[in-house]
């Protein structure tokens, strides 16, 4: 603690007289739509660091999530953020300016329709309105690659770039015939549509290797189970995300960070069952990006 406080110190960029008030450490972490995943992991992780770093003011962005959480944090924008693993470069810069503290969870891509709707396979979104994600988001990246793969890129599928929220509107309206979104189980923003419409879920598990082989090891194949959303058991297309940092953040900070986040996994899976399947073995698996000097340090101390 007291080199948390010295850190804090430091940051601030104290003067010389001793009663002079210091500015808080700010700490923004990049996260995605209110009822998805990252918001709610965030929100959770914003307040744990507030109540256990002094002098540390953290606080949630709502964002389009992955793509621009990546940008939002290597511009300096945010301190910490949410990432899909596939939304990052094959091979990191010789310099990067983004760093991982951990990899928390699987994002798995959900594309969610209506039970009595027209839509069962993937080939079924041929000519048909689907919202792909945000433009910045992470669901984007994956549903954009899938339809390809699938050779239903280009016009073959009327697409719409709407946010998780929106997308969840657009289909209970009639607007769209199918969504796509990709997010840890629960995804809340589904839960609340599965408690007023009946869903369908498609299922996506032979479009694993043929992404593998498009774009990356990554993907890998993970199961919806009927017990999440009261919807058909599907296996669907899924890649792990990370938990990033800016580069020049201080690595004690980035330390405390890290210890909190591996530490507390209880308290934070409160907020979302997700960050309870956290370990710290799996966390520094976060290939292609390297860990934050910081995260790197407390997981060497504690050798998982």
Not at 144 to 166: I, N, P, T, W
Request: with cysteine.
């Amino acid at each position: 603690m007291a080199l948390v406080l010295l850190l804090v110190s430091a940051l601030a960029g104290l003067a010389g007289c001793r009663d002079e008030p210091t500015e808080p450490v700010r700490i923004r972490i990049a996260t995605g739509s209110p009822t998805a995943v990252y918001h709610a992991f965030g929100q959770s992780l914003a307040a744990l660091l507030n109540r256990e770093l002094p002098g540390v003011q953290a606080s949630v962005e709502v964002t389009a999530a992955s793509a621009q959480n990546v940008r939002l944090v290597g511009s300096g924008q945010a301190e910490l953020g949410f990432t899909q693993a596939d939304v990052l470069p094959p091979r990191a810069p010789e310099h990067p300016t983004v760093l991982a503290v951990a990899r928390v969870y699987d994002d798995l891509l959900h594309l969610v329709t209506t039970a009595g709707g027209p839509v069962r396979t993937l080939a079924d979104l041929r000519g048909r309105r689907v919202s792909v994600g945000a433009d910045g988001s992470g669901t984007e990246v994956t549903a954009s690659r899938l339809l390809a793969v699938a050779q239903l890129g280009g016009d073959q599928v009327h697409q719409e770039h709407l946010g998780l929220d929106a997308s969840v509107a657009a289909l209970r309206a009639g607007q769209i015939d199918a969504f796509f979104f990709s997010g840890g189980l629960p995804v809340r923003g589904v839960t609340e549509l599965a408690g007023s419409t009946s869903l369908r879920m498609v299922d996506l598990g032979d479009w694993t290797e043929p992404l593998r082989r498009g774009y990356g090891q990554v993907y890998v194949t993970r199961d919806i189970p009927r017990s999440v959303y009261g919807a058909n058991p599907v296996s669907t297309v899924a890649n792990p995300n990370y938990l990033i940092a800016r580069a020049d953040l201080p690595a004690a900070l980035v330390r405390e960070v890290t210890r909190l986040l591996m530490e507390r996994r209880e308290e934070l899976a409160a907020a979302h069952p997700a960050a309870g399947r956290m370990s710290p073995r799996a966390a520094i698996v976060t290939t292609p990006l390297p860990l934050h000097p910081g995260a790197a340090d407390w997981y060497r101390a504690t050798k998982p």
